[in-house]
């Protein structure tokens, strides 16, 4: 800014005097008063050729004689006025004409006047001043155009900064989406590997995943939590990967006193191998007090209602409602009713009371909802946007996909191909959206 502003005041042109008189001895004693100024000189014998002048030159100063043949100063410096406003105008008059000084006043807005005979310190004094001002008033008014580009300037900058800031936030935002999603599919995987090890039920039970996120839904969780507490559904049995395939096969009430030792402690091994990801942490906390009572008679820890997470409640309930029913707690499986009436009379005592009755509204809602929407279809009849309402299995019982996955095309082409490769079809259970045809296989 500071090296333009330099330039642009280098390039102001000499200011301009025009004087104008019709007594020539008057023009060359002027002429050679104001030769030291670094100034240009315009000589005018009449008010006419004054006005020729200016329209012409670039004048700053004008110094004009009251009387004049055919046009008078005042008459002169009134036009001037009207036409170069930005001008200095000043008027040359004898002691005796205060008429004329007056009428210059009222009709040309003079900025000063001087008696005849002048003194020409007094009036180069005058002048240089009318100079300066001029002067200033040009280079404030280049100064201004120049803050005006450097604005213009400035604006563009910015504008071209904001579509790149939003650019790359939009990039960003993407980057992000693609990490969740990664993530996601990354707990996916290790989910289904772990339910690939648990013993297999032919009861069915409801998806966990589902029911904890439409429990914690009901129960006004924040986004971010219901995120972690579905996480923590699908992890849960993480730390039973240090479990032997005896004790895992085996009814937790029926395992031996040193069995139920060690089997204790899969909350506290899973809880561990997850907070070696810091991103894992919530959910680690969670899978550490899913086994917790809210009388203290739970494990790992014992802990009491006060220190056992809102979460983890949440899960504790859903969890033994759907162990209930496999047969991981008791020596015989129990009926969904069964499960209900276990919960509901262990309320206030392992379980919160308003959990218990959430996961009954909401099992509720399933049993109504979920027999419409589950279909029973094959690979030739899969379209993009539908979604899978059953873990995927090949035809070994070994996990593909997860419940809730959506399907797209590329995900089809290669599910059609490991069919055809395992040469056994697979049973594909999906929830069609509404817009979507099923095709005729």
Not at 58 to 85: C, H, K, N, Q, W
């Amino acid at each position: 800014m500071t090296n333009t502003m330099i330039d642009q005041t280098h390039v102001v042109e000499a200011p301009g005097i025009l004087l104008v008189d019709d007594e020539a001895n008057v023009l060359s004693s002027l002429r050679r008063l104001f030769r030291k100024l670094n100034c240009t000189i315009y000589i005018a014998n009449s008010g006419q050729e004054g006005l020729d002048i200016l329209k012409e030159s670039a004048i700053d100063v004008i110094i004009s004689d009251a009387r004049m043949p055919d046009m008078a100063g005042p008459e002169f410096l009134a036009i001037a006025a009207e036409t170069y406003p930005e001008t200095t105008r000043i008027l040359l008059t004898g002691y005796a004409d205060m008429d004329a000084i007056v009428d210059a006043v009222n009709r040309g807005k003079v900025s000063h006047y001087v008696e005849k005979p002048w003194d020409d310190e007094r009036l180069i004094a005058l002048v240089e001043s009318a100079l300066t001002n001029t002067q200033l008033k040009k280079q404030n008014a280049q100064l201004q155009c120049v803050v005006q580009e450097q604005n213009k300037k400035l604006k563009a900058l910015n504008d071209s900064l904001e579509a790149t800031v939003k650019e790359r936030s939009s990039k960003i935002i993407q980057i992000n989406e693609n990490l969740k999603e990664n993530y996601r599919n990354v707990i996916d995987l290790f989910a289904g590997l772990l339910d690939m090890r648990q013993p297999k039920s032919e009861i069915h039970v409801p998806d966990i995943v589902s029911l904890v996120r439409d429990m914690g839904t009901r129960l006004q969780m924040t986004e971010k939590e219901v995120d972690v507490l579905q996480g923590a559904a699908k992890m849960r049995y993480i730390g039973q990967v240090c479990l032997s395939d005896e004790i895992l096969k085996i009814p937790y009430e029926e395992l031996t006193p040193e069995q139920k030792e060690e089997y204790e402690q899969y909350p506290m091994m899973g809880s561990t191998l997850l907070t070696c990801v810091r991103q894992l942490w919530p959910m680690a906390e969670v899978i550490l007090q899913h086994k917790e009572y809210l009388n203290g008679k739970g494990f790992p820890n014992g802990d009491w209602e006060k220190f056992i997470s809102r979460s983890a409640q949440i899960l504790t309930v859903a969890n033994d409602y759907i162990e209930l029913m496999n047969g991981r707690m008791l020596a015989e499986p129990l009926t969904h009713v069964e499960a209900l009436r276990y919960l509901s009379a262990r309320v206030g005592e392992n379980y919160a009371t308003d959990i218990v009755e959430t996961l009954k509204v909401v099992l509720s809602t399933y049993q109504l909802e979920e027999p419409i929407n589950d279909q029973r279809i094959w690979s030739q009849q899969l379209v993009p946007g539908m979604v899978l309402s059953r873990n995927l299995e090949n035809h070994k019982g070994a996990f593909l996909l997860s419940k809730g996955h959506v399907l797209t095309a590329h995900i089809i082409e290669k599910l059609v191909e490991l069919e055809q490769q395992s040469k056994a079809e697979f049973k594909f259970f999906v929830i069609v959206p509404e817009g979507v045809t099923i095709p005729e296989k």
